[in-house]
């Protein structure tokens, strides 16, 4: 379930992010985050997660076109791949 917690944005449009969410999202002082904008809500990420969403939004499509419809074709084609066949 989703957790809630009302937070004041200041004058320079910045807002606080409650302790336990910090906590739980493992930010700390200097952290860089990303915010996105996402069907009317504001969206906090850290920035692994949102490259990964970056990535697969990238990618899709990429793994049917390589013949890839397993791991074990993953993994072979990755082994391939650094082997400089592919």
Do not use: C
């Amino acid at each position: 379930m989703a957790a809630y917690e009302m937070v004041k944005v200041l004058p320079k449009g910045q807002i606080t992010i409650p302790r336990e969410f910090r906590s739980q999202m493992n930010i700390s002082e200097g952290d860089r985050i990303t915010v996105t904008y996402d069907n009317g809500r504001l969206v906090i990420m850290n920035p692994i997660e949102s490259m990964m969403k970056i990535l697969e939004s990238k990618t899709q499509g990429l793994a049917k076109k390589a013949g890839i419809k397993s791991e074990d074709d993953a993994m072979a084609y990755a082994v391939d791949f650094r082997k400089g066949d592919k």
